[in-house]
């Protein structure tokens, strides 16, 4: 069987189609990621919140990200799924012989070219345009994004319906953010270009994070173990205490805990 000249043009747009989606993907995590995160140019972030939806995105970054990382992977399967058949039919109009090891052959050749258009097109070039323009290229890409969310909705239910019943069988918790490492990294990312974030800060963001995966059990003090503030002290006596327990928040009091202001 010959490959015809139609084929090949319909399997290239299909390529086509989705190296563009995948990088509108890729293009609007990083410049949610950007936004949300930044330190510097908070103009931008309140630029970008005068569209209701690239503010919807930001105030649900969870489920936008949900759908971005479906998005994503549907995108890499599906080239290589198109890649597979146009290097078998490619194969064939040869006419050499078609064994075993030639189909082994049409299927390296095809994921390895997917696997270099994906981490070229697909990756790289829409997450360096994402970093250095986040609220064009979420004018762009929020659009696509809503519309599927919109279509892939029941089946992302569906998906989270069944890891949390896998977390569950191996005894994880299911409620934790399986994007918080994921996050982390892409925060320190973004300070990595020689903008480095004073220690003090980057302390603060490192604590805010972990924060996340904290109960109120891991926080609670022991009523004897509660340092507070003593207005009937001096002021130099409580900066000491302040200072030699090393808390960030004091209750304060009047003689006694039972005594709070």
């Known amino acids: 069987m010959t490959i ?10 299909v390529v086509v189609a989705l190296l563009t ?13 950007k936004l949300r995160f930044t330190r510097f140019k908070e103009d931008s972030l309140n630029r970008a919140r005068k569209s209701p939806m690239i503010a919807g995105m930001l105030d649900h970054m969870g489920a936008t990200l949900k759908v971005v990382r479906l998005g994503v992977t549907t995108c890499t399967i599906g080239l290589g799924f198109v890649l597979v ?14 064994g075993v090891w030639e189909v082994r052959g049409a299927l390296v050749v095809s994921f390895a070219l997917a696997v270099a258009l994906h981490y070229i097109l697909g990756e790289l070039v829409p997450r360096a345009l994402a970093l250095q323009f986040p609220v064009r290229t979420l004018r762009v890409t ?3 994004v809503r519309i599927t969310r919109m279509f892939s909705g029941p089946f992302i239910n569906l998906l989270g319906w069944g890891s949390d019943l896998l ?6 918790n299911s409620r934790l953010d399986l994007n918080l490492i994921d996050v982390e990294a892409q925060i320190r990312s973004l300070v990595s270009d020689g903008d480095e974030m ?10 805010v994070i972990d924060l996340r995966k904290r109960v109120a059990q891991d926080i609670l003090l022991p009523r004897n173990q509660v340092q507070f ?3 009937e002290d001096e002021v130099e006596t409580n900066i000491e205490l302040a200072r030699n327990t090393g808390h960030t928040r004091f209750p304060l009091c009047e003689g006694d805990l039972d005594h709070c202001i």
């Open 4 to 13: 015809t000249l139609s084929e090949i043009l319909v399997t290239v747009l």
């Open 21 to 33: 989606l995948n990088a509108l993907f890729v293009a609007t995590e990083f410049s949610l990621v």
């Open 85 to 98: 058949p146009l290097s078998l039919d490619l194969l064939r109009s040869t006419g050499v012989a078609f």
């Open 142 to 144: 929020s659009w696509p």
């Open 167 to 172: 977390l569950r069988i191996f005894r994880l």
């Open 198 to 207: 004073p220690p003090l800060a980057e302390k603060m963001l490192h604590n």
């Open 229 to 231: 503030l003593d207005l």
